[in-house]
């Protein structure tokens, strides 16, 4: 299990240094320098041992550990910007830098990370971002996710993709990366106990497992 005591100090866990000169798309001239920091007060994570973490996420990101921080630079075309440059990459040089997390269950810290889409629109359960607390993490809680049929948030009708492909994708990672709770599921759902199809998967996902049990 992760140590995921908030009373850790925070620590910067990941950095990216901005320069609009080396882009990869063309910057207008007055783009300035940027510095964004990814915090953290979990010892260990299993999304950060994987060289990711959810704050990297461009939407509904979130985490109850760590924190994200940007501090803005000058442009280009002041004297101090090479400086400035120079300067944030010799701070943090020793600081990785994270990716986005693959979408798939993991356990950090006190929490359950459940990236799947329209998950989040349960109003039932109390998520905070893409997470649900541990105590939460009940056969009636996996249950109500995987029965779960999510309405647009305007107009009618059910969002069908998460019936035919999130909850297939979440059941073949509780298989993997919470067994337990997989024999709970399939000892009240047996006909869900079925090998895992991984059509359509980036072979880099088939089988990875991130579950931090």
Known sequence: MNKGSTNQPEKPVSRNVFDPRHALFKQPRNARAQCTTIWCKLESCVLRDAGSCSLCVLFG????????????GPTPRAQKFSTWIRERKEAYKDTPLLGCPA???AFIGEWVYLPYAHMDMKKSL?????MLRKEEWTIGTVLQLIDF???PLFGYGEIASYQQKHVPLFLSHLREVDPVMWTQVVASRPE???QPDYVGLPTGL????????
């Open 103 to 105: 979408s798939r269950l």
């Open 149 to 151: 049929r999510p309405q």
């Open 192 to 194: 869900l106990n079925t």
């Open 61 to 72: 990101s979130s985490c109850p550990y760590g924190r994200l921080s940007r501090e803005v």
């Open 206 to 213: 088939r089988g990875r497992t991130f579950g931090g049990v």
């Open 126 to 130: 109390e998520f905070t971002g893409k």
